[in-house]
């Protein structure tokens, strides 16, 4: 057997164990991720709308291990939509007397 064959098996093998992985523990990361992108969006609305902060300000607020999430704007509706990419997005409206509450998951 060639040293080039063996490489694309062993390539072929390592990805299949990579994804194997994924599968197994697809639930476990979803959840981390929904919970994240509804963490960082109230949190993020709070500071955008409730404390009037400016976003960059409002970027420093995210724990520790939250570097996937990413936060988005949304100044004409008074809200905040964050993400992990291709997993979870979460969006918490600004409310007068309420504060930001989430918007219901769809």
């Known amino acids: 057997m060639s040293a080039r064959r063996k490489w694309i098996y062993g390539l072929g093998g390592l990805i299949a164990v990579l994804l194997a992985l994924l599968a197994w523990?697809?639930?476990?990361?979803?959840?981390?991720?929904?919970?994240g992108a509804a963490y960082g969006a109230r949190v993020?609305?709070?500071?955008?709308?409730?404390?009037?902060?400016?976003?960059p300000s409002c970027q420093g607020d995210k724990e520790p291990g939250m570097?996937?999430?990413?936060?988005?704007?949304?100044?004409?509706?008074?809200?905040?939509?964050?993400?992990?990419p291709l997993i979870a997005t979460?969006?918490?409206?600004?409310?007068?007397g309420w504060g930001c509450l989430l918007d219901p998951v769809r």
């Open 25 to 35: 523990n697809w639930r476990s990361l979803n959840a981390r991720a929904a919970l």
């Open 44 to 55: 993020a609305c709070s500071c955008r709308y409730v404390e009037r902060r400016d976003m």
């Open 67 to 84: 570097g996937m999430v990413a936060l988005t704007d949304h100044p004409d509706a008074r809200a905040v939509s964050a993400s992990v």
């Open 90 to 96: 979460r969006t918490a409206r600004y409310r007068p």
